[in-house]
């Protein structure tokens, strides 16, 4: 698996950013009212934490760019959650500005990460790819993959037309890697999709074969519904229940 480049994810960022708004637009005041894929939550949910999500990470590079740390969300985990409850609500015309206004703000904060300084260049003010973030503790890369999770998922949680089966190969495998975190110590997970190779996640002494579409498999590691297929699980060559991961990794405990 090749992991993204800087120029590379900022094209799936934008694109990513694309299908939420345009998934949004299409959602009248009775949809936004409607349950998500994600329990307990509307739509009205998953799009206040999308726009919550796009400011916050936008807040990240704009401090980092000044050589300064914050953290996630103003206000910490019940600042996020208050945040998410208030907006919840607003009508459909108001989640649509709300959410472009943030898909602007945080795209325009990574359109701005310089390349890493070279010997005998101008250094300037503002962050490159490398420049540390406190989310997770890591880097602006890491903020990238991050909105990129979250961008493409919570769409897919809106339950309106952009489910799993449409993310990409680059996407699924990405998750692979990033949610290799939710294998549990026992076993290893052998991720076999249809017509591709196979994939080794964990490091366990039972390994457990799971084979299907690539964005069934993704699907199922990230805790959706896999929505082309289903799943097979075998373990020494005899049909198994596909085993039950790990919580999801996140740096933001109790976080969707």
């Not at 726009?51 to 914050?70: D, F, H, K």
């Not at 907006?87 to 108001?94: F, N, V, Y």
């Not at 939710?182 to 366990?204: C, D, E, F, T, Y």
């Amino acid at each position: 698996m090749t992991a993204p480049t800087p120029d590379s994810l900022l094209a799936e960022l934008h694109k990513a950013a694309d299908v939420a708004a345009s998934t949004a637009v299409k959602l009248t005041d009775a949809d936004i009212t409607a349950p998500s894929a994600l329990p307990g939550w509307s739509r009205g949910h998953v799009l206040a934490h999308i726009t919550g999500i796009c400011n916050a990470m936008a807040r990240q590079l704009e401090y980092a760019g000044r050589g300064e740390a914050v953290e996630l969300y103003d206000g910490g985990q019940e600042g996020r959650n208050k945040a998410i409850d208030a907006a919840a609500g607003h009508d459909a015309a108001t989640h649509r500005g709300d959410l472009q206004a943030a898909l602007d703000r945080v795209l325009k904060a990574f359109d701005s990460v310089k390349a890493p300084v070279t010997a005998g260049s101008e250094s300037g003010a503002g962050a490159t790819w490398q420049t540390p973030i406190s989310y997770r503790g890591g880097v602006v890369l890491d903020g990238g993959l991050a909105l990129w999770r979250e961008l493409v998922i919570h769409t897919s949680d809106l339950g309106a037309g952009h489910g799993p089966e449409t993310w990409n190969r680059q996407f699924c495998e990405h998750l692979f890697d990033f949610l290799s975190a939710r294998v549990p110590g026992a076993h290893k997970l052998v991720l076999q999709p249809l017509g591709l190779p196979p994939v080794s996640i964990g490091s366990g002494g039972r390994s457990i074969v799971v084979s299907g579409m690539i964005t069934d498999i993704a699907a199922w590691l990230a805790g959706r519904e896999p929505s082309l297929g289903s799943l097979r699980a075998s373990a020494a060559a005899d049909d198994v229940d596909l085993p039950e991961l790990l919580p999801w990794p996140s740096g933001v405990p109790s976080a969707k």
